[in-house]
């Protein structure tokens, strides 16, 4: 049975696009690459609701219309590399969560809005108590849904700028970490270097300050020869009269 559904809808698939026009081809690709670049719903054309099966016949049937195998149009291949990122993105359980988490986000802050709307519209307000049906034929109307999708442009617009900054923010302090591992390493390099010249000159200045030593005393033991030799002869002039 599944097999058999598979070939009705390759059928249907081949009969729609030997309809489809070059115009209806590049008019798709326009569309694709019109979207909001964070919203892969958008891309694929779908409902924020839609299940991973709706994701992948709609990615199926878009990608053969603007293959540039198919396309003519400039920019198709860029149009596919669209979809086929969107349908990656879907497909991945945690970027489809993360994605749906903003939708809810934008619709709880829609939601809060219409409820102080309706605070101040007696009318309307009556209306959805009687009504059960009320508020979810506005959540599925065409005004709600665009809004919608407005709302969720906005909240995916500004997690992606904080996203951004955050991931500047730590680039700069990991350039910081960096800069202080070069300069520590730099000033132990030089210290080391320093170390070396020091121990290698040792011998050295060793040897000089022995010959220095050797020298002093040299110089004391002519200086004490002079002063003895001046005392004696003072002493053998003037000894009667000291």
């Not at 489809?20 to 690709?29: F, I, K, Q, Y």
């Not at 802050?109 to 309706?118: G, V």
Request: some cysteine; glycine content about 4%.
């Amino acid at each position: 049975m599944g097999e058999a559904g598979t070939a009705d809808e390759d059928a249907l698939l081949k009969e729609f696009f030997a309809e489809v026009g070059e115009v209806e081809r590049d008019n798709e690709v326009i569309r694709i690459l019109s979207c909001f670049k964070l919203n892969p719903f958008e891309h694929l054309n779908l409902p924020f609701d839609s299940s991973v099966e709706d994701v992948k016949k709609q990615y199926r049937k878009l990608s053969l219309m603007v293959h540039p195998d198919k396309c003519k149009h400039p920019q198709a291949k860029e149009a596919f590399g669209a979809l086929a990122k969107a349908q990656q993105q879907l497909l991945d359980q945690q970027e489809r969560d993360y994605i749906l988490s903003q939708v809810k986000a934008a619709k709880e802050e829609l939601l809060s809005i219409r409820k102080k709307q309706l605070k101040k519209d007696t009318a309307s307000k009556l209306k959805s108590l009687v009504d059960e049906k009320y508020e979810q034929q506005y959540e599925q109307s065409e005004e709600f849904q665009k809004q919608l999708k407005l709302k969720v442009r906005e909240i995916l617009t500004d997690q992606e700028w904080r996203r951004r900054k955050m991931a500047m923010r730590i680039s700069e302090e990991e350039g910081r970490v960096k800069k202080d591992e070069e300069e520590q390493k730099e000033m132990w390099k030089r210290k080391r270097e320093h170390e070396e010249q020091w121990e290698g000159t040792r011998e050295k200045r060793v040897s000089s300050w022995r010959d220095f030593m050797k020298s002093g005393k040299k110089v004391r033991t002519v200086h004490d020869c002079i002063f003895i030799n001046f005392k004696s002869m003072l002493h053998s002039i003037c000894g009667p009269f000291l």
